[in-house]
């Protein structure tokens, strides 16, 4: 069984929304000759220059043995996915993704003897029947997306790979994450991070969902430190593996809206609620952290006030209008 033995480490989705900050993280810690970027098609990104990268589409299992052969890799975060509204215009698709490359990655752990694997769950892996206020770690979970169907699946795989074969695998049910590096990709939650651009670009916003939507999220550089404190905690602590409640903070577009106002007094919103209103309605209003808390030691930096704040700082710099 694995301890921190981390020396050589594959991103999978290694340029989406999370892989594209926690790979510089990563390079930071284990060295950046050290991080191959898994990519599934070639894409311009500043951080390919001076890392290995290979191409990896997690649906083939060959694709994933052969970067772990080449590159000697002890340790996968594996963030490669297809989140929930995507997943909901092909459910096909997310299947293959999710289910079938969650188990291609897990079985090359196994095969390989991988040091420690990451494969996060989603705060999508609830569902209308589970408790929406401080959802429990253990609770009914009977999600009604393929996206949610798919990472309770993996939840259970990786908790079966860990029992059965003693793979290190662990994860998180990440919240709706906000970010201002890399754009997320047919999300849910990803009305949080494109209100921001709209208000500092046009001064207005038509959301997707109602105004009093409710949703459990977090800023990036809480996802960040969550990941990486998960990973480096003693085996011996963890009374679960892959499916870690992690909270940050819960808010609604309103609330949202009344944060950015206090920055951009003229910044309007609309409401337009779409399809992906019914997958929010099934989904958790705030999150019950103990068992992160107590395990592991987590704890969030970014309350809803400093996360605007600073992705209104950041944004501003990088957009020019
Ligand atoms: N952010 C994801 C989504 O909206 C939830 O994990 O699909």
Aim: one cysteine or more; a neutral charge.
């Amino acid at each position: 069984m694995s301890k921190n033995l981390t020396k050589k480490i594959l991103v999978t989705g290694a340029t989406g929304q999370i892989g594209s900050e926690l790979v510089p993280e990563l390079k930071k810690i284990y060295g950046k000759e050290n991080v191959v970027l898994g990519i599934h098609k070639r894409k311009n990104v500043d951080d390919l220059e001076d890392s290995p990268s290979t191409v990896i589409d997690v649906t083939n299992k060959n694709l994933i043995e052969d970067a772990v052969q080449e590159f000697d890799i002890d340790t996968i975060y594996h963030l490669a996915a297809i989140l929930s509204a995507a997943g909901e215009k092909d459910p096909w698709l997310a299947w293959k993704v999710n289910i079938d490359g969650t188990y291609n990655v897990l079985e090359v752990a196994r095969e390989k003897k991988l040091v420690k694997v990451f494969c996060p769950s989603s705060i999508a892996a609830f569902g209308p029947d589970t408790p929406r206020v401080n959802t429990p770690q253990i609770t009914v979970m009977n999600p009604k997306t393929m996206y949610g169907l798919s990472k309770v699946t993996g939840e259970l795989l990786a908790n079966y790979y860990f029992y059965k074969f003693n793979v290190d695998v662990r994860g998180l049910r990440y919240p709706g994450i906000i970010s201002n590096k890399t754009l997320p990709g047919g999300g849910t939650t990803d009305y949080a991070v494109e209100i921001f651009y709209e208000a500092i670009k046009n001064k207005k916003y038509v959301c997707f969902l109602k105004s009093d939507t409710v949703l459990p999220m977090m800023y990036m550089p809480d996802c960040i430190k969550a990941t990486l404190n998960l990973m480096d905690a003693e085996i011996q602590s963890l009374r679960y593996h892959s499916d870690y409640n992690v909270a940050a903070m819960s808010f609604s577009p309103d609330d949202l809206f009344k944060e950015i106002l206090k920055i951009i007094p003229d910044f309007k919103i609309y409401y337009n609620p779409d399809h992906r209103q019914k997958i929010a309605d099934s989904w958790p209003q705030s999150l019950d952290d103990s068992s992160a808390r107590k395990d592991w030691g987590w704890k969030p930096d970014f309350t809803l006030s400093e996360m605007v704040k600073d992705m209104i700082n950041v944004l501003s710099k990088k957009i020019t209008i």
